[in-house]
């Protein structure tokens, strides 16, 4: 019965836990290796994020096939 209720209250709050979360990891690196560093590190995970998504490996490779085409 607790369980559940914790459950229901992870699953109606999700984004505040995950910006909290992400707050935190963004802090936590800022501390440790500073802005630039950071920065660095935030691309990266951007990037890395955008090409797991299946659309966009789609369009990407529309894209390249289209320009080797031509």
């Known amino acids: 019965m607790m369980l559940e209720k914790i459950i229901e209250n992870f ?4 984004k505040k836990y995950l910006y ?7 802090g936590v ?3 440790e290796y ?3 560093k ?3 590190i935030l691309c990266l995970a951007f990037v890395g994020f955008k090409l ?3 659309d ?3 369009r990407l490779k529309k894209q390249i096939l289209n320009r080797l085409k031509d």
């Not at 699953?11 to 999700?14: A, H, Q, R, S, V």
């Not at 909290?20 to 963004?26: D, E, F, P, V």
């Open 11 to 14: 699953i109606l709050n999700f």
């Open 20 to 26: 909290a979360i992400s707050g935190l990891i963004i």
């Open 29 to 31: 690196l800022l501390v």
């Open 34 to 36: 500073g802005i630039l």
């Open 38 to 40: 950071t920065v660095f």
């Open 52 to 54: 797991g998504d299946k």
């Open 56 to 58: 966009f490996q789609e």
